[in-house]
């Protein structure tokens, strides 16, 4: 299953049911086919997301010390940062929370 996230203010943004469903529980909605996201959700939203992104960030600057003290470096990452991924949803949601506009998807 994908995600295709709609809305009047902005373009749509599709996402793996398995990327999409991390999003859901994120922004603490449950994972599921059909939903929507109310503009009076939005900053919660956008809260959450990008706390998400800080401690995936942490994670890896912490990594990044660690293997550093031990003497060596880690790899590059080697999947598609937090951050990379969910800068069209969190745009999105920019967009649609300015233009009082709600975002669906399943629909």
Do not use: N
């Given at each position: 299953?994908?995600?295709?996230?709609?809305?009047?203010?902005?373009?749509?943004?599709?996402?793996?049911?398995?990327?999409?469903?991390?999003?859901?529980?994120?922004?603490?909605?449950?994972?599921?086919?059909k939903g929507i996201l109310l503009p009076q959700e939005m900053p919660a939203a956008l809260s959450a997301l990008e706390q998400a992104i800080a401690q995936e960030e942490h994670a890896?600057?912490?990594?990044?010390?660690?293997?550093?003290?031990?003497?060596?470096s880690l790899p590059?990452?080697?999947?598609?940062?937090?951050?990379?991924?969910?800068?069209?949803?969190i745009e999105m949601i920019r967009r649609c929370h300015a233009a009082d506009k709600e975002i669906v998807w399943g629909v």
């Open positions: 299953m994908l995600y295709k996230f709609k809305s009047k203010a902005a373009a749509e943004v599709i996402m793996t049911s398995a990327h999409g469903d991390h999003v859901m529980r994120l922004i603490g909605k449950p994972p599921g086919q890896r600057r912490q990594a990044e010390q660690e293997a550093q003290a031990e003497g060596h590059p990452p080697e999947d598609v940062s937090l951050r990379q991924r969910l800068w069209p949803l």
